[in-house]
């Protein structure tokens, strides 16, 4: 039995522009390069990329990562709405072309 132990514990706390303590699943507004983004925080990757996915998303699930440097501010989003008519009118489009492209091919 050694005669000493060693536990190394490393800990890394994320915070907001002003303050605030992120944790996974957090909605943000990233600012980055003067456009604001609205995402949900996954996690800090191993090589230092701040791993999110958009909130409003079409299709499936996109993790998108950002350098630390690239992000100019950061805040937490308790509440948001949104009018989704624009996104529900582009869906209804893009249905009637696959229902359209469904019958113009020609028989399997």
């Not at 000493?4 to 907001?16: A, C, L, R, S, Y």
């Not at 990233?30 to 949900?40: A, F, Q, S």
């Not at 501010?73 to 949104?82: H, L």
Request: hydrophobic residues 40%; glycine residues 8%; aromatic residues 6%.
């Amino acid at each position: 039995m050694a005669g000493i132990g060693v536990e190394e514990v490393k800990t890394v706390n994320i915070t907001t522009t002003d303050g605030q303590k992120i944790k996974a699943g957090d909605a943000l507004v990233l600012c980055i390069k003067g456009e604001d983004i609205l995402c949900r925080f996954i996690e800090l990757d191993k090589g230092g990329y701040f791993v999110t996915e958009p909130i409003l998303n079409r299709g499936e699930p996109v993790m998108v990562k950002y350098r630390l440097n690239s992000i100019a501010a950061c805040y937490k989003v308790t509440q948001f709405t949104w009018d989704d008519r624009e996104m529900q009118q582009e869906a209804a489009e893009e249905a009637d072309q696959d229902a359209a492209q469904d019958v113009l091919q020609p028989g399997a």
